[in-house]
């Protein structure tokens, strides 16, 4: 079986499951669907208050296995019995919406943000203010955030994620001498000499159209702050305002340095640029280092935060897709609901499903990292620490805009820079039409 990602891209277990984002957008928002999810939703009778039904999307094996084993501590813990309805990742995107209008499982797997919030509206999730009074020591206040729906209540529970950052080697800095920018006007001497030393100073692939979305929200979020960032996803705020086209002039100052070709390049090939040195940098989240499948090369690995290009906001938010469950409209054990939502919310149950999956890091800042490789240790800090967390473009707005109008829009623009206002013209007229829908 093979899940693909929004762009088509095939990726290896467990990446693949960091880095699908939602196959069928349109089909999620728009309200159409194949009820084919539906067959693999709760059985469970109005009567049955020892079992729970879980909804997941857990189909690769490596998720799959570890979550396994925090569903069987569960049921040591609590005498309740977890029913796992998997469906693979792509079907259980496609069909996310006819499914929890249907006969849904109790709790189901999704993601946090604009895609949580937005099943909320619908009246589609429950909200679990109930669970979050007794789990919210338990998590930094940024994923507090990151957990409530537009009415300010809580409708899910986070488990595990990963930044995005700027990753580099650290014996070619040693070597050159270069020292990790702090500001967008260090960052940019930092390429230039980078190329005057013969580097790629930024790797790059955008074959598969969804890494530029990446590049587009940090120079967002660094220069505008983390609200206008997410009311311009949230199709609030306009993509012609001045505050856009000024992310847009920054990216263009950054452009010279990508890599040259990154249309017929994907992640990984560009990941391959910095594993053998030949690039400076790459921006992108934590799953680059299963590219490094030398343990020295592995070791050389670093990363840091996107520097800084208004004082105003400073680093103080850090893009980190975060997944985690909801509970369906009218599950049908709500008592045993409560208990395994809180029992997920806990860091012991986030321990346990690390130790089958380290692709990822806990969302809770009370579970230990004692485990932790380097990378998880300083990924895990930089998310403790941040003030504000988004998803990525397509988990923080409607993945049928993303799809159909960003993603084809920002190879636009990288391919001529020079057609910025026409080509924001254009993503507004098109987002005032889908967001209307």
């Known amino acids: 079986m093979t899940d693909l990602s ?24 728009a309200g159409a669907g194949i009820p084919l999810l539906s067959a693999c939703g709760s059985s469970t009778s109005s009567s049955d208050t020892k079992t729970v039904s879980v909804g997941s999307n857990d189909s690769d094996a490596v998720p799959k296995k570890a979550y396994a084993a925090v569903y069987s ?121 980078m190329k005057k030393d013969g580097l790629v100073p930024i790797a790059f692939g955008d074959k598969d159209a969804w890494p530029a979305m990446g590049t587009f929200d940090q120079i967002n979020f660094r220069l505008n702050g983390y609200d206008f960032h997410v009311e311009l996803m949230a199709g609030k705020a306009a993509w012609t305002d001045a505050k856009v086209k000024a992310v847009f002039d920054h990216w263009s100052e950054l452009l010279p340095y990508h890599q040259d070709g990154f249309m017929g390049r994907t992640w990984q090939d560009a990941a391959q640029t910095l594993v053998s040195k030949k690039a400076g940098m790459y921006l992108l989240g934590t799953f680059v280092a299963q590219q490094f499948t030398n343990k020295a090369d592995l070791e050389d690995l670093d990363f840091f935060a996107f520097p800084e290009i208004n004082s105003a906001f400073g680093q103080d938010t850090v893009e980190a897709p975060t997944d985690g469950f909801m509970v369906s409209k009218s599950p049908k054990n709500k008592d045993g609901v409560a208990k395994l939502m809180e029992y997920l919310g806990t860091p012991a149950a986030e321990e346990l499903y690390l130790k089958g999956d380290p692709s990822v890091v806990a969302a809770s800042n009370k579970a230990s990292t004692a485990a932790y490789s380097t990378l998880q240790k300083k990924a895990f800090e930089m998310i403790g620490s941040a003030k504000s967390l988004t998803q990525f473009m397509d988990r923080d707005s409607r993945p049928d805009f993303t799809s159909t109008v960003m993603q084809p829009g920002l190879q636009k623009f990288l391919q001529n820079p020079k057609g910025v206002d026409s080509l924001l013209s254009s993503i507004e007229r098109q987002k005032k039409t889908i967001f209307a829908s």
Not at 116 to 128: C, D, R, T, V
């Open 6 to 29: 929004p762009s088509g891209l095939s990726l290896p277990s467990p990446s693949r499951r960091s880095l699908l984002r939602g196959v069928g957008g349109a089909a999620l928002v």
């Open 73 to 193: 501590a569960f049921q040591k813990q609590s005498g309740l019995t977890v029913k796992v309805n998997t469906k693979d990742h792509n079907t259980f995107q496609e069909q996310i919406n006819s499914y929890l209008q249907g006969t849904p499982d109790d709790v189901f797997k999704w993601f946090a943000g604009y895609r949580m919030q937005f099943f909320a509206q619908k009246g589609l999730a429950s909200p679990i203010d109930d669970v979050w009074a007794k789990i919210g020591d338990n998590f930094p206040d940024a994923m507090k955030k990151l957990s409530k729906g537009a009415d300010g209540k809580y409708y899910f529970v986070p488990m595990t994620t990963y930044p995005w950052a700027l990753f580099y080697r650290k014996s070619v800095f040693q070597a050159k001498g270069y020292e990790v920018p702090t500001t967008w006007d260090q960052l940019i001497t930092l390429c230039k000499q």
